[in-house]
């Protein structure tokens, strides 16, 4: 459940996998020390407790939010926290019990800091806007190969005032592609907006629904197609998207909408299946909480990917899958 706990964090490489959605950023405050730290009685109920009560409190699904605090709390009572544990351990048990309730990938437990630890002293948001710029904005590669065929792989969709302009040079470099390949094989999600962002390039249609995201409480938020400047949307021309059982999230999504727009053929392994957006609330006991807040609702029929991922028509192993999508782009080509 590491794993798990680190893609909420929405981490860069070098400091984990890039996994999250409508998650806030967080740096890597995180010692591998911090993490084995035993945690005495008191620490190990109090986050419990804590923990239990904010996710009864702010998990979009009331009842769902409220049977999954019971289950912390039985589980509580009957003795399963008693420890000895380290505190990474803690949360990896407690993300697999949260999980185990509502089934929910997005709902998990992080080590934030060492229990009374103060905040770290390097600025977030100074390394966050040092990985924007060493990622550029989560754009791994922008390129047409000899035949007309251009790839752009996106493994993190930054927030859309780190990423606009990032992504416009790299779709002014595709513009002359004949088919397009997206790759979001190592996609962990990110911002909703800019994955909204991303589909307005492919879709050429300012304005269109794409999804809602309805909260707990309050008024849904609909997202939209952007206006592109400068003829850089494009609609028409053939395109491929690359799916791995490591895509996550927001990255699910954008394969998602785009095939029920009947837009994109996707081609690659099916997706874990982790739509429900949350954000990160911090525990005083050194934990960091990631719960769904919201749930998705596709502008096409209402759905979303939750519990079920996205399905490739063309199924094959994410190792080969940009070599498949190569032989279909060349004959659709041919056929254009």
Known sequence: MVATARRERGEPPGCGAFHCLLVSWMLCAVTLAAEAQPLDRRTIDATVI????RVDREYFD????ARAAAGLRRRLA????EGPFAAGTLADVLTRDLQTETRDQHLAVMVAAAPGAV???RSTDDGRAETVRRTRAGIERAAIDAEGIGVLRINFF???NEAREYLAEAMRTLAPARALILDVRGNGGGSPETAALVMSYLIEKPGSRLFTIVPREGAPTEYRTHTIPDGLANGRRPLFVLT???TFSAGEGVAFLLQQLRRAVVIGEPTPGAANPGRPYPIDTGFVVTIPNGRVRSAIDGTNWEGRGVTPEVATAASVALDVALDHARRAIQRH
């Open 50 to 53: 804590a923990i239990a009560a």
């Open 158 to 160: 930054f927030r859309p």
């Open 119 to 121: 905040s770290p002293p």
């Open 78 to 81: 009957d003795g399963r926290y």
């Open 244 to 246: 791995s059982s490591t």
């Open 62 to 65: 009331a009842g769902d939010g």
